[in-house]
């Protein structure tokens, strides 16, 4: 299977709302409700910030937001803050095996 | 608190076989999928598979012939074998929980860096 397809960057100011996209096939987006998206600071494991395409979990701000239309998902971060400045992953089931995406640095001006 | 620990070599020569534990603390590892995630430098995640706590098994494709995990329960842990290794094995692994469904890893250890050199 390939990597699901990220943009390599995307930049913001404070305030600001941005959308990260991640591209894949009906054999993974496509066909399971089954995306999460990750964020990663420098250094330090990736967190959980979306699952099951739009579900936060406890704790994350409801500034994450996600959502699928075919075989693309998309995370949507509103009123950006310095502390979002991060590398972004999405993943999907592809029927036993997951992918993820390429990532996405996110870079708050 | 669940907490998540990789040990092992951080060292392995070509064509050996990389080994890694994965302690798990504050939580029992049974009834949950286990799994092991990479990331060379500077690139992004790959996942290399998961292991049920009944010892069923999932590999990445692109890996399934070089490897192996397995699970002791007894001392809540689990464990990567990928043998034949080389430099292009070279990276940070993780160990996380997949926890309510496929892709929702809620849980990751801190990491540990595989070199693989001579």
């Known amino acids: 299977q390939s990597a699901l397809t990220q943009p390599a960057s995307v930049s913001g100011s404070p305030g600001q709302s941005i959308t990260i996209s991640c591209t894949g096939t009906?054999?993974?987006?496509?066909?399971?409700?089954?995306v999460s998206w990750y964020q990663q600071h420098p250094g330090k494991a990736p967190k959980l910030m979306i699952y099951?395409?739009?579900k936060r979990p406890s704790g994350v701000s409801n500034r994450f937001s996600g959502s699928k239309s075919g075989n693309t998902a998309s995370l949507t971060i509103s009123g950006l803050q310095a502390e979002d400045e991060a590398d972004y992953y999405c993943?999907?089931?592809?029927?036993?095996?997951?992918?993820f995406g390429g990532g996405t640095k996110l870079t708050v001006l | 608190q669940v907490q998540l620990q990789e040990s092992g070599p951080g060292l392995v020569k070509p064509s050996e076989t990389l080994s890694l534990t994965c302690t798990v603390s504050?939580?029992?590892?049974?009834?949950?999928?286990w799994s092991w995630i990479r990331q060379p430098a500077g690139k992004g995640l790959e996942w290399i598979g998961r292991?049920?706590?009944?010892?069923?098994?999932n590999y990445n494709p692109s890996l399934k012939s070089r490897v192996t995990m397995s699970v002791d329960t007894s001392k809540n842990q689990f464990s990567l074998k990928l043998s034949s290794v080389t430099a292009a094995d070279t990276a940070v692994y993780y160990c996380?929980?997949?926890?309510?469904?496929?892709?929702?890893?809620?849980?990751w250890g801190q990491g540990t860096l595989v070199t693989v050199s001579s």
């Open positions: 996380a929980r997949e926890a309510g469904g496929y892709t929702i890893f809620d849980y």
């Open positions: 504050g939580g029992s590892i049974s009834s949950y999928y």
């Open positions: 292991i049920y706590t009944s010892g069923s098994t």
């Open positions: 009906s054999s993974d987006v496509g066909s399971y409700n089954l």
């Open positions: 099951e395409v739009s």
């Open positions: 993943c999907s089931y592809a029927g036993s095996p997951v992918v």
